[in-house]
């Protein structure tokens, strides 16, 4: 494994701070990083599992970059699915905690259903606030 000073994610400075208190009160001397792993799909996101590990338990083809005092550990099999993907604290009162917010969506099994389908594009400006999917009034 080789860690990269190329990030696939970034996280905002709230999370970073965050998952580094959290990630302090791991037991022991030893080096941990976040992995950050996708579990499957959930309606027509993916679906994550965020844990700590040692450093020195990733696999040698899983990615690795540093976000301050914070290794990240993504498995191969996830790095095209997490790239431009962010890590922030949740701004929806009733969600807390931390979310992800991924470019990136799964197809959806439409596709399967409908194979003259050869392209679906996600037009939202995921960028333009807390409810992209609608025009501001």
């Known amino acids: 494994m080789s860690t990269t000073t190329t990030a696939l994610m970034n996280f905002s400075e709230e999370a970073l701070e965050r998952i580094i208190e959290i990630r302090d009160q791991e037991p022991g001397d030893e080096e941990y990083a976040l992995l950050i792993e996708i579990t499957g799909v959930q309606g027509v996101q993916f679906g994550y599992s965020l844990s700590f590990v040692p450093v020195g338990e990733a696999e040698p083809s899983d990615h690795m970059e540093r976000h301050g005092d914070l290794a990240v550990v993504i498995p191969a099999s996830d790095t095209e699915n997490m790239t431009g993907a962010r890590l922030a604290m949740s701004s929806n009162p009733m ?3 931390l979310a992800i917010d991924n470019p990136n969506n799964p197809s959806p099994d439409i596709r399967d259903a409908i194979p003259e389908i050869v ?7 995921h960028q333009s606030g807390e409810n992209p999917y609608y025009a501001a009034s």
């Open 95 to 97: 969600t807390p905690g």
């Open 119 to 125: 392209e679906i594009v996600d037009i939202t400006d």
